[in-house]
């Protein structure tokens, strides 16, 4: 659901410094009918573990007919995965998929060798929307493999003291998310009470937060919304201090080895696989398949290194 071409060509090598806090500022945009904040890919920044992707969409209210309105597009070489915290939006797809998704609940699309989807409104509702969509890499193993689609009603949750943990994809102690996972990648939303909060940390998973509202505080550095705070590797834990009660996600995965090329709505290794991608997207010949919806499917233009 990236907005437009967003031209960045990442090397895929992890930053391997332990205990480091980097906190980068997140780039406004805007996808659909909403404001988004992009907190990766950012300059210097690729991936977090296989996470290649963050947009923290809204809050911002919605009236129908409007809705998320993000027409049709592609992907390849990714997952999808959508979290909302307040709202509805109705997920389509080339797989035949009609899901609504509401607050705790997670739509996961596995884009293998291409899918296209939309974003949509559902008929009714009428008020704030505010989420997030992340895109994982998918490795080699399964990039070139067909694409799929989950939702999950239900997500396992942590109380730990302070805070409620829900973890999304992955594993946080003994809670495993049942949600499709192709690398060693951990997501969770932590909805913090106001006060301190400590996760256990797996010291060879590099991780980083991003805050939805509140604040959350970590090694003395206040992180907001608009922030991605990139926390390393060689932690085996973290300690989040807030005044408010807060929401956050926290995302983390062992460093991702594979180089990854991304352009617009493609994760790919070589520029080559993604002028093929977009040449069938744009010649509409059946790669991709077509999504029911009433919005017209996004066409950009090549790429700048199209001959
Ligand atoms: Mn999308």
């Known amino acids: 659901m990236s907005d437009g071409p967003s031209p960045g060509v990442g090397d895929g090598s992890p930053t391997t410094e332990s205990h480091v806090i980097d906190i980068t500022e ?3 945009g805007r996808v659909g009918a909403l404001p988004v904040r992009r ?3 950012r300059r210097g920044r690729r991936l977090v573990g296989a996470w290649c992707f963050i947009d923290h969409m809204g809050p911002a209210p919605i009236e129908p007919p409007r809705g998320l309105d993000i027409a049709p597009h592609p992907h390849t070489g990714l997952q999808t995965l959508t979290w909302l915290v307040e709202g509805e939006a109705l997920h389509r797809d080339s797989l035949g998929t009609q899901q609504p998704i509401r607050p705790g609940e997670l739509n996961l699309m596995t884009a293998g060798r291409g899918v296209a989807h939309s974003e949509e409104g559902t008929a009714n509702y009428r008020g704030e929307l505010h989420g997030a969509q992340l895109w994982i890499a998918q490795p080699s193993a399964t990039r070139d493999g067909p694409p799929a689609f989950e939702h ?3 997500l ?4 730990l003291v302070g805070a409620v943990a829900t973890v999304l ?3 946080l ?8 996972h192709d690398t060693d990648h951990v997501g969770v939303d932590l909805s913090l009470h106001g006060g301190d909060t400590t996760l256990a940390l797996r010291d060879d998973v590099e991780y980083a937060l991003i805050v939805l509202s509140g604040a959350a505080r970590v090694d003395d550095h206040v992180v907001e919304p608009g922030h991605l705070a990139y926390l390393g590797l060689g932690r085996d834990e973290i300690r989040l201090t807030s005044r408010e ?6 995302v983390g995965g062992v460093p991702f080895e594979e180089p990854v090329m991304m352009w617009w709505n493609y994760v790919a290794r070589t520029r080559q696989e993604i002028l093929d991608a977009h040449q069938s997207w744009m010649t509409d010949d059946g790669r991709f398949g077509r999504v029911d919806s009433t919005l017209a499917r996004i066409e950009v233009p090549p790429p ?4």
């Open 26 to 28: 997140s780039r406004p």
């Open 39 to 41: 907190a990766l890919p």
């Open 152 to 154: 999950h009603a239900t």
């Open 156 to 159: 396992p949750q942590v109380d």
């Open 169 to 171: 994809v992955g594993r």
């Open 173 to 180: 102690g003994d809670a495993v998310s049942p949600a499709r």
């Open 245 to 250: 009660r807060s929401r956050a996600l926290l």
């Open 304 to 307: 700048p290194w199209a001959g």
